[in-house]
């Protein structure tokens, strides 16, 4: 007799069941081996055999259909088929004799066994299959409600096998975080984005660009902001946000036309954040010779500030110049930190000290719950004066738990303050340079970092205004010393967390 090997594992990713398939083989061979039976065929299938339409599996029935094997080797039946049209054509095959013998690890199927027994297997294996997607469905609708996440990690993240955590691929999270910051403008397409990243190092597996329909995909998906999307029903994960709720929403007004901009055909760095100061228009922007030229749009027809053209040239200088109120040497920028890492220790110190005294007082409470535990089993005081007394020390319990946890919050805000505070100065110190150094892209991330509401008269800036916490440097003197400077950043710190009582 000739045999067909079949072996089948359920997915056609090659990292999940890899073994499968070299298990069944095994054991198929072993079993060929001790019945000295003739292999003249293997098929290997990567494919779900709860419905129809596996082509090696319609390969294999044709071979034996045609005569050119008589029989099947496979691991377990529930290999063969999880549905009953390839369940029904293996029991009508092997009934008529067609397919004269099925070797299995569990045993040996011929056509004069009882057809029922057959049936009864592969009912259950289609059965099985249906129990395993519901119960699948339930587990992750319970993961999703913990706040996990079932499937594999966006782009961005990576899956902790070890912990079955979703973790931040602080690699590829910052193309995310990019993404998002610049389609939230408005001024930037999906292509426009996937060139931009491509241009800073963001590359596909094989070293390609990504399309911009994966760039769509990074803005619509809620996942950076740390809420889940399954079924069109939102959860709340446990997963480190790479963005702010804020900035997910400012891209899907973008994304689904409830803020967007008319197309541009050419990109100007400084086009929508000025307005005419004589009429209140904004300025908009043209290309002559090469050249970028800004001017008033005339939106009310009676400003004739809309004839004269203002050359880039001639405006980069302009706001240029209006970094140099944040010019801070970065020498004292530095010796400011190694100050406020030194006030840090101290408080680190100090809050040490706090904790470990509240954890002492803690810890006696818990004697002290237990004392009058044993009084009460002893019959010493009655139920009444008991639950007083235990509520009483419940109560104080929760209190200084709150007290530690406070304390250790206050700590970790005034490390993590610190960073942010001097990325603030240095960024200030370091804006005029960048400016001016900087191509268009740059030029508009540092004015949609520091600036808004500038206006011109006269080929001259009227008015403007530094964002938060940026407005605040406008208060120090030109050369401010050590002691201004740390009152400067102790208002930025306020601004940048909530302060601590």
Known sequence: MKYIAYYRKSTENEDRQLLSLDGQEREALMLAERHNLTIIKTFKESMSAKSTGRPLFNEMMKMIQTGKADGIICWKLDRLARNFIDGGLIIDLLQHGVIQEIQTSEGVHRPGDDVMLLAIKFGMANQYSRNLAVDVKRGNREKLARGGWPCFAPFGYKNDKANKTIVVNEEKAKYVVRAFELYSTGSYGLKDIAKILYDEGLRTGTGGKFLFGNIRRFIDNPFYCGLMRRDDKLYVG????????????????????????????????????????????????????????????????????????????????????????????????QLLYESAQEECEHEFDYSESVISTLKSRLNDLVLKESRLLDVFLAENISKEIYDGKALEIQNEKTILSKQIADVEQTRKNAVSTLEPVREIFLRASRAKKEFIAGDDIKKREVLETILWNLSLQEQKMAQYEFKSPYSSFLKLPKNPDFHTLSECRDSNSERLLPKQE
């Not at 963005?243 to 901009?261: E, Y």
């Open 238 to 333: 446990n997963h480190e946000p790479l963005i702010t709720k804020d900035l997910f929403d400012k891209t899907q007004d973008v994304l689904h036309n409830r803020h967007r901009p008319r197309p541009q055909n050419h990109f100007f760095p400084l086009r929508g954040f000025m307005t005419c100061e004589k009429c209140g228009c904004a300025l908009t922007a043209t290309i002559k010779k090469g050249h970028h030229y800004y001017y008033c749009t005339n939106g009310r027809g009676k400003c004739d500030e809309h004839k004269t053209y203002l050359r880039e040239n001639t405006l980069y200088p302009i706001v240029a110049g209006l970094f140099e109120n944040l010019n801070i040497d970065e020498e004292t920028i």
